[in-house]
């Protein structure tokens, strides 16, 4: 049974008004990204030691630990021992200490920075490709699965429209190359819109043996002006898709949990408004 949840900061930075509002509306799978004034992983004793009587308060679950690690960072010259990478090995172990701390399984990584062109052939890999990018991806990814490995946890690379994950297929082909079943795919199907992968049947096809953990949200892109919109879920180009994600889910007993990304703001309105419009939806569907 499909369990289901929101990117609590989606709704308040402020945990116990956010899980108030889940209870409200029977969302049981809380994703912590950002509570009070941190991020995950930058947690005080005290804010964790709070965070843990508020999840045992409201009755909800942690489903993921979602810092943004290795978000932005270009791959560059970057190697294993530069501090920018260290620094987000070292905030990917304190995120890993929390899981534990509050009985959860998944912690979020990102891609890196995005490098447009990947592979090529007949000329295209000497002239348009960013030369050696995905094999130096494949490495640095590497080293953090070692760590979910050796921690017992399981890491969920996002696909991301600004990471050098944008679609299923990359996913797909990113954890088959590092072949450790500590690596699953976050998948955002919004998210690869701007990079032009139908969500179904092309992004569901390739995720199949894959998938750790899913965020819904809707959008329009433009991808020709270099623009996101954030609609109410249900009224962008994820309409289409939505019911048969729904029924290819449920067909075949996806048993994990899905966050709407409350990132919908109406006109006059705010955040939490966005995620009210939203939820009955997402509800609807995948209940």
């Known amino acids: 049974m499909i369990k289901l949840g929101v990117i609590t900061d989606g709704i308040s930075r402020e945990f116990e008004h ?18 009070w004034d941190k991020e995950v992983g930058d947690l005080t004793d005290a804010q964790l030691d709070k965070t843990q009587g508020l999840v045992a308060a409201h009755d909800v679950e942690v489903s993921c630990i979602s810092r943004h690690i290795f978000g932005g960072l270009a791959l560059g010259e970057l190697t294993e021992s530069s501090p920018a990478y260290q620094e987000h090995l070292a905030a990917l172990g304190r995120c890993i200490d929390m899981a534990g701390a509050l009985d959860c ?6 891609a890196f920075r995005k490098e447009m062109i990947l592979f090529g052939s007949n000329g295209a890999e000497q002239w348009n490709v960013a030369s050696g990018a995905w094999d130096k991806l494949v490495a640095l990814v590497t080293p953090a699965v070692r760590i979910a490995e050796d921690r017992r946890v399981t890491l969920v690379v996002e696909t991301g429209n600004n990471a050098m994950i944008t679609s299923a297929w990359l996913a797909r082909k990113l954890i088959d190359e590092i072949g450790s079943d500590r690596l699953k795919l976050l998948w955002d199907p919004a998210n690869s819109l701007y990079c032009t992968e139908a969500p179904y049947p092309d992004g569901y096809e390739a995720l199949r043996g894959v998938l750790g953990h899913i965020h ?20 962008g180009q994820m309409a289409p898709h939505l019911p048969q994600i729904a029924a290819a889910l449920k067909a075949e007993g996806y048993a994990g949990s899905i966050s709407l990304e409350s990132v919908y703001r109406p006109t006059g309105g705010g955040f939490e408004d966005g995620f009210r419009a939203s939820a009955p939806l997402l509800q609807k569907l995948f209940a």
């Open 18 to 35: 956010a899980l108030s509002v889940m209870n409200e509306f029977g969302l049981t799978q809380a994703e912590l990204q950002f509570l």
């Open 105 to 110: 399984s998944l912690v979020r990584i990102m």
């Open 216 to 235: 819904l949200k809707d959008v329009e892109v433009d991808i020709r002006r270099a623009t996101v919109a954030c609609r109410q879920l249900g009224t």
